[in-house]
């Protein structure tokens, strides 16, 4: 870690690279390489991209060498103000493709009730589920940046599209706290 960070704070003297990123790290790696750059009077990561979504893994999920953003990351990014990137933010497309199933993972206890919370919002705003997630993503707390992968100019007008939403806080706060 000592030697990825040194490696990345040459290309940042050399300003070929402005900030760094990490992904997949558990919160306790990112404190380490925060400690080693203090240390070492580095710049540590300013940047998580974790897998992350509105439906939440259940309980002993595994995701081989990926690893969906937690408590533990939550707490620390609102503790150090680093920022988040949700990757897999519409888990491929099955909230909205007929075709697409959720991953095994993410048919958890509270995976109905978050499902139909999403479209009570969506037909009482005419917003998508996608755009719902997105939206909720960037606004609740800790706010997240999604990775938009969009395959058609349909898909990305459509992401875009949630920037224009409004929700109430109540909306938003329903979506939060639908659990089982
Ligand atoms: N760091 C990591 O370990 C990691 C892991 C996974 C992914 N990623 C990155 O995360 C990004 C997102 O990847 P992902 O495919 O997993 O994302 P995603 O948000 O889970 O799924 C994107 C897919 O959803 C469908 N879709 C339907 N409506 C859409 C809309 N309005 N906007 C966007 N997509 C829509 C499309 O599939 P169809 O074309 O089939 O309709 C699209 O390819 C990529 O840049 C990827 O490289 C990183």
Redesign the pocket.
């Given at each position: 870690m000592e030697e990825t960070l040194e490696a990345f704070n040459e290309l940042i003297t050399e300003g070929k690279v402005r900030a760094i990123g990490a992904?997949?790290f558990k919160a306790w790696r990112l404190e380490r390489a925060r400690q080693i750059a203090e240390r070492n009077h580095r710049q540590s990561y300013s940047a998580i991209?974790q897998?992350y979504s509105y439906l939440r893994p259940k309980s002993g999920w595994d995701f081989g060498d990926?690893v969906a953003a937690n408590q533990d990351l939550f707490e620390f990014i609102e503790d150090t103000g680093i920022s988040l990137v949700a990757?897999?933010?519409?888990?491929?497309?099955a909230y909205?493709?007929p075709n697409?199933e959720f991953k095994e993972q993410y048919q958890g206890p509270d995976t109905d009730i978050r499902l139909a919370i999403l479209d009570k919002i969506a037909a009482e705003t005419g917003a998508t589920r996608?755009q719902l997630v997105y939206y909720w993503l960037m606004n609740r707390k800790p706010n997240a940046i999604p990775?938009?992968?969009?395959?058609?100019d349909e898909?990305?007008e459509?992401?875009v599209g949630s920037l224009e939403l409004e929700l109430s806080e109540d909306m938003l706060k329903a979506m939060t706290e639908a659990k089982f």
């Open positions: 992904s997949n991209q897998r990926q990757d897999s933010p519409l888990l491929q497309g909205t493709n697409k996608n990775l938009i992968a969009a395959t058609t898909q990305f459509e992401a």
